[in-house]
Antibody
Framework: EVQLLESGGGLVQPGGSLRLSCVAS????????MSWVRQAPGKGLEWVSA????????YHADSVKGRFTISRDNSKNTLFLQMNSLRAEDTALYYCAYSPGGWNYFDYWGQGTLVTVSS | EIVMTQSPATLSVTPGERVTLSCRASQSVSSNLAWYQQKPGQAPRLLIY???TRATGIPARFSGNGSGTEFTLTISSLQSEDFAVYYC?????????FGGGTKVEIK
């Protein structure tokens, strides 16, 4: 059974940093691209970042480019999102997600970890 | 960035009704479009990919159509468990982008 378990969310002041983690199980983690998708309270879905199975290729939304970095540790089946220079508009539930079909759409989602940026 | 526009924002329907949701892309995404269903407090659930292919375990009452810039999701006979928010998402270009969602509510 595929499981994605996010952690690392919390309350942080504007300008601060957080590192999110997503531990994966139930599939061969290193084979598949992974993504982060976020959802602000009461709002829609926003794709944030994606990384290839090897970690060699990454993509970020313009809204987070230069501030967020996606990475992975295939030896620990773990996906990361390093978030720096956080803004109020980064407040959201952050999901990790993936598809066996590639990094296009998302079959599997975690339950999310909440990031709140506020003073 | 490709902008995905969904309409209507809210749809009030009676159980058993046929429902059609629309999604428009600001430029062609070929058939690289997915649909998701999200219920309150839950993660999104993939319904359709490739514009018209149902994901594993998705009931046949859900169907997707379209290509290029115009897409539809049809629920042939709305069940009580189908009241939710529906999102489209393109994966033809980076960045991947979602529509703003259509909320299907009970009339």
């Amino acid at each position: 059974e595929v499981q994605l378990l996010e952690s690392g969310g919390g309350l942080v002041q504007p300008g601060g940093s957080l590192r999110l983690s997503c531990v994966a199980s139930g599939f061969t983690f290193s084979t598949y691209a992974m993504s982060w998708v976020r959802q602000a309270p009461g709002k829609g879905l926003e794709w944030v970042s994606a990384i290839s199975g090897s970690g060699a290729n990454t993509y970020h939304a313009d809204s987070v480019k230069g501030r967020f970095t996606i990475s992975r540790d295939n030896s620990k089946n773990t996906l990361f999102l390093q978030m720096n220079s956080l803004r109020a508009e980064d407040t959201a539930l952050y999901y990790c997600a993936y598809s066996p079909g590639g990094w296009n759409y998302f079959d599997y989602w975690g339950q999310g970890t909440l990031v709140t940026v506020s003073s | 960035e490709i902008v995905m526009t969904q309409s209507p924002a809210t749809l009030s329907v009676t159980p058993g009704e046929r429902v059609t949701l629309s999604c428009r892309a600001s430029q062609s995404v070929s058939s690289n479009l997915a649909w998701y269903q999200q219920k309150p407090g839950q993660a999104p659930r993939l319904l359709i990919y490739g514009a018209s292919t149902r994901a594993t375990g998705i009931p046949a009452r859900f169907s997707g159509n379209g290509s290029g810039t115009e897409f539809t999701l049809t629920i042939s006979s709305l069940q009580s468990e189908d009241f939710a928010v529906y999102y489209c998402q393109q994966y033809n270009n980076w960045p991947r982008t979602f529509g703003g969602g259509t909320k299907v509510e009970i009339k």
